[in-house]
């Protein structure tokens, strides 16, 4: 049976937000950025914030119908978030925070390609994983960047990702070390 991927919309949210906190619960960098304490919660908080503030309002984000996948991405004149869900992202952060202040002031120095999309989030419940829906979310939301002629790039934290990202035309463009533990890949995919 195909897999039929459309817009996501607010009705979308909390499931969305479900599927991302538990795909991102074990992933390296919200493991390294995010406070361990409450963490899953706190990481499907923060999800949830970046997809309705961000990603639904300003970009594009996807899901099948089976609400198993989300894919979104983030618009390159993203507005500047207000002083009220930074609060509520710091908050979320916990004792981590630092870490990802600092982190993200290391990797402002990475090149991204002019005016890209970033490619903010993308995961599969753990149910649904192994079956390609990953990469079919991907396909529907690069084309529509492909019919946009715009570049998109993205990080990873986890290794096992890059041949999923290359497989849709990203090519390694950077990498570094934090902390002397956390690897980060970006990575860029050219506009068509």
């Not at 002397?180 to 990575?187: A, C, G, I, K, S």
Request: include cysteine; proline fraction near 5%; aromatic fraction near 6%.
């Amino acid at each position: 049976m195909p897999i039929s991927i459309r817009r996501m919309t607010t009705a979308d949210l909390d499931r969305a937000a479900t599927v991302l906190g538990d795909a991102f619960a074990d992933y390296p960098w919200t493991n390294w950025c995010v406070a361990a304490d409450s963490h899953k919660q706190r990481v499907t908080e923060l999800q949830r914030l970046y997809l309705e503030h961000m990603a639904l309002p300003h970009g594009l984000a996807y899901t099948d119908d089976a609400h198993n996948g989300v894919v979104a991405f983030i618009p390159p004149d993203l507005p500047e978030p207000d002083e009220s869900l930074v609060a509520k992202i710091v908050e979320l952060h916990g004792d981590r925070l630092e870490r990802a202040v600092e982190a993200e002031e290391r990797m402002s120095a990475m090149a991204v390609p002019e005016n890209a999309w970033s490619l903010a989030t993308a995961g599969v419940s753990r149910e649904a994983r192994g079956r390609g829906l990953g990469g079919d979310l991907l396909k529907v939301g690069l084309a529509e960047l492909d019919r946009r002629n715009a570049a998109c790039w993205l990080d990873t934290s986890t290794h096992r990702n890059l041949p999923l990202y290359e497989r849709h035309n990203f090519t390694i463009a950077d990498h570094v070390v934090l902390d002397d533990t956390l690897e980060v890949w970006r990575m860029h995919r050219p506009a068509v």
